[in-house]
């Protein structure tokens, strides 16, 4: 069986497997390096569904990411406020491109190979009183390997905390817990459940937001912290540019001079207005290359159902 790798995203496919949900597609979230846990708005649907408890009107984002190899992401999400909440529904896909299957001598058993996985989600969060909020997500899991196929249904609870005085925001989430509905394997893979905390603050005399976050995987017992600052470039702050550092550096050093030094890295811009958004997010994996995310989103409504 082939193995493809996603460096700095915790595993690989058909190994630890599940990588890709570590990886963020939008591109607000990559230039950031994923440090999104207490962030708010519709893209909190698959990151702390808590958040989804702040929108006030109905959104949606269309993202591209170009990852390393012949890898390839893309993701569709809209949201909405509903049941004084708010609602998000998303579908990821992942390709990664045709590749040889070898045993385990190296020997070539088919060329050709393809491996698609995609998941749909769907989640809510609602206010609970106090700045508090609570939410959930469920996601349904499929992988398709060649003629294989497996399925795993995962569920993530988060909550947050809003201090508005001190223009401070608290998450906490537990993701990806859940049930393997079919698998082609006799044992069925670890689920990649975790253990996330986050906070966000935006800074009283700068034009500044930091985010930052730490996760614990309890499928290799590892720890990831994620830095993440959104700079607003103007003072009606629809011009940002945003920058990222992790942990993950520790693990992508490739003795490849100049490249490793932005290892762990990321950064990218945005624009704003009233109905639109664009943004453009690159994180750097040392000398292995780049990935390039693209994300488009617009404002259909402004009512509150």
Avoid at 16 to 36: C, H, I
Avoid at 95 to 101: I, N, R, S, V
């Amino acid at each position: 069986m082939a193995l493809v790798a996603l460096p700095g995203s915790g595993g690989l496919f058909g190994a630890t497997g599940y990588s890709a949900l570590q990886q963020p597609v939008n591109a607000r979230a990559v230039a950031m390096n994923g440090a999104y846990i207490a962030d708010d708005g519709g893209t909190s649907l698959f990151w702390n569904p808590a958040g989804l408890s702040q929108l006030t009107q109905t959104v949606g984002d269309v993202s591209y990411e170009k990852h390393l190899l012949d890898v390839d992401g893309a993701e569709l999400e809209i949201s909405m406020p509903l049941w004084n909440g708010g609602f998000g529904f998303g579908l990821d896909l992942w390709t990664y491109g045709a590749f040889d299957q070898r045993d385990n001598q190296g020997n070539v058993l088919g060329s050709g190979t393809s491996a698609v996985e995609f998941w749909l989600t769907a989640g809510y969060g609602r206010e609970l009183g106090n700045n508090n909020s609570l939410g959930v997500n469920t996601q349904l899991f499929v992988r398709n390997f060649d003629s294989k196929k497996s399925s795993v249904l995962f569920w993530t609870i988060g909550w947050q905390r809003l201090f508005p005085d001190q223009r401070l925001r608290v998450g906490i989430v537990a993701s990806h817990w859940g049930t393997t509905l079919s698998s082609w394997q006799e044992t069925p893979e670890k689920l990649p459940r975790q253990l996330s905390a986050g906070v966000s603050k935006r800074l009283m005399y700068l034009p500044l937001e930091l985010h930052l976050d730490v996760r614990y995987s309890l499928l290799d017992n590892g720890v990831r912290g994620m830095l993440g600052g959104e700079f607003s470039i103007t003072e009606n702050r629809n011009l940002f540019l945003r920058l990222g550092l992790s942990t993950d550096r520790l693990d992508q050093i490739t003795h490849v001079v100049g490249a490793d030094f932005l290892a762990g890295g990321s950064f990218g811009f945005g624009f704003r207005n009233d109905l639109i958004s664009i943004d453009y997010g690159a994180q750097t994996f040392g000398g292995a290359g780049m990935i390039h995310a693209f994300t488009l989103s617009s404002v259909f409504s402004m009512e509150k159902f």
